[in-house]
């Protein structure tokens, strides 16, 4: 994430709560998947279950991404 990006969600977390739960969420995300790399092996399954949650964390990116362009639009 640019260093833009993070002073401007920095700036509006505390008044805006779908930020807020999409920025927690993404760390969230974020924590899970850095346990699966800390593991020298996985399953199957839970490198199906890593997938998903790499998606989720891709989708909410997206989400904050255009929460952020809204913001900017308005100046």
Do not use: C, S
Request: glycine share 2%; proline share 3%.
């Amino acid at each position: 994430m640019e260093k833009w990006d993070e002073e401007l969600i920095a700036r509006l977390l505390p008044h805006d709560e779908e930020l807020r739960k999409q920025v927690a969420a993404h760390r969230k995300y974020e924590e899970q998947l850095e346990e699966f790399n800390r593991r020298p092996y996985i399953t199957t399954e839970e490198a199906m279950e890593k997938k998903r949650i790499q998606k989720l964390k891709l989708a909410g990116r997206d989400r904050i991404e255009a929460i952020l362009a809204r913001y900017r639009q308005q100046g």
